[in-house]
Structure formats: structure tokens, C-alpha cells
């Protein structure tokens, strides 16, 4: 799938329009969602232009696969989630694609949590 540069998260990253970061290092960046389905909701993104999970590890390089799950890390111990530091546990998700309803043609990973999920994220309304 050919990537989209006008899509809403390449306007973050190019500072067109502002988020709320979290935590940012070289090749990534995470913020909150703008529609956060539980207490905390964070996106973690790479910086460079994947469309999806599948398209970044494919095609992704070593420093950026590295970066991307440092910054993961970073996030679920930010936002105390981590159960290595005293968190509850969360959920994260991909959502890839028209089977994945994927809305944001950019790849995202959903960091949900900060309460019970029940089965948030899993289903759309
Ligand atoms: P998807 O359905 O593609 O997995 O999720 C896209 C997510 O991006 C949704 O949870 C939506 O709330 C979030 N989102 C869409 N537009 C914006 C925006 O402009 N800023 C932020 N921070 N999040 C957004």
C-alpha cells in the first residue's frame, strides 16, 4: 500500500498540527489519542513513513525497530501501566488494514489502560 504523506499523523510529525507528547526519541513519538476510549490512551508511532505494523517490520531498519520498542517501553513506564513498576496491565493493539478497520493510514501501536478494559479496543461501535 502506497503511503499517504497527507495523513493526519505525518501532519503531527511534520508539526502541522499540534499533539499532547508523551515521549519522543529519534525515530519515534507518542502522544495521547485526541478520543481516548479509556483512562489512559497513548500512540506510539514511528517517524518514519510505514503505513502499517505489517509495512514496519518488513521494511523498517534495525535502529528503527530498536527505537520503536524502546519508546513502547518508555510509554507503558510513563504511564505506570508497566506491571514491572506497580501498573495493572493494558492492552495494545495494531489495528492493520480494512479487516483491522485501521482509520489513520500511518502505523500506530494503542497503549490502553489506567482501568478494566473489558473488551475496549477489541470492537468498534
Ligand atoms: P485506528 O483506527 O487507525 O487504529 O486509530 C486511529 C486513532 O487516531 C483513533 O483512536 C483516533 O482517535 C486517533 N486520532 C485521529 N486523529 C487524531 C489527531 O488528530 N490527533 C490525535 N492525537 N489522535 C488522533
Same mark, same amino acid.
Given at each position: 500500500?502506497?503511503?499517504?504523506?497527507n495523513n493526519?499523523?505525518a501532519?503531527?510529525?511534520?508539526?502541522d498540527i *499540534?499533539?499532547?507528547?508523551?515521549?519522543e526519541? %529519534?525515530?519515534?513519538? @507518542?502522544?495521547k489519542? +485526541?478520543?481516548?476510549?479509556a483512562?489512559i490512551?497513548v500512540l506510539?508511532?514511528?517517524?518514519g513513513a510505514?503505513t502499517?505494523?505489517d509495512?514496519?517490520?518488513t521494511?523498517?531498519?534495525e535502529k528503527e525497530?530498536?527505537?520503536f520498542?524502546? &519508546?513502547?517501553?518508555e510509554v507503558?513506564? !510513563?504511564?505506570?501501566?508497566?506491571q514491572?513498576?506497580?501498573g495493572k =496491565?493494558?492492552? &495494545?493493539? &495494531?489495528?492493520?488494514? *480494512?479487516? =483491522?478497520i485501521? %482509520?489513520?493510514?500511518?502505523?500506530?501501536?494503542h +497503549? !490502553?489502560g =489506567? %482501568?478494566?478494559l473489558?473488551?475496549r479496543? !477489541?470492537?468498534? @461501535?
Amino acid at each position: 500500500m502506497n503511503y499517504d504523506k497527507n495523513n493526519i499523523f505525518a501532519k503531527i510529525l511534520r508539526g502541522d498540527i *499540534p499533539c499532547t507528547k508523551v515521549f519522543e526519541n %529519534e525515530y519515534s513519538l @507518542a502522544f495521547k489519542d +485526541i478520543s481516548p476510549q479509556a483512562k489512559i490512551h497513548v500512540l506510539v508511532i514511528p517517524k518514519g513513513a510505514y503505513t502499517d505494523i505489517d509495512d514496519f517490520y518488513t521494511n523498517a531498519s534495525e535502529k528503527e525497530i530498536i527505537s520503536f520498542s524502546n &519508546a513502547v517501553r518508555e510509554v507503558l513506564m !510513563l504511564t505506570g501501566v508497566s506491571q514491572n513498576s506497580g501498573g495493572k =496491565g493494558f492492552r &495494545a493493539i &495494531a489495528n492493520t488494514g *480494512p479487516d =483491522g478497520i485501521q %482509520e489513520v493510514p500511518h502505523f500506530h501501536l494503542h +497503549i !490502553l489502560g =489506567g %482501568e478494566n478494559l473489558g473488551l475496549r479496543g !477489541l470492537r468498534k @461501535a
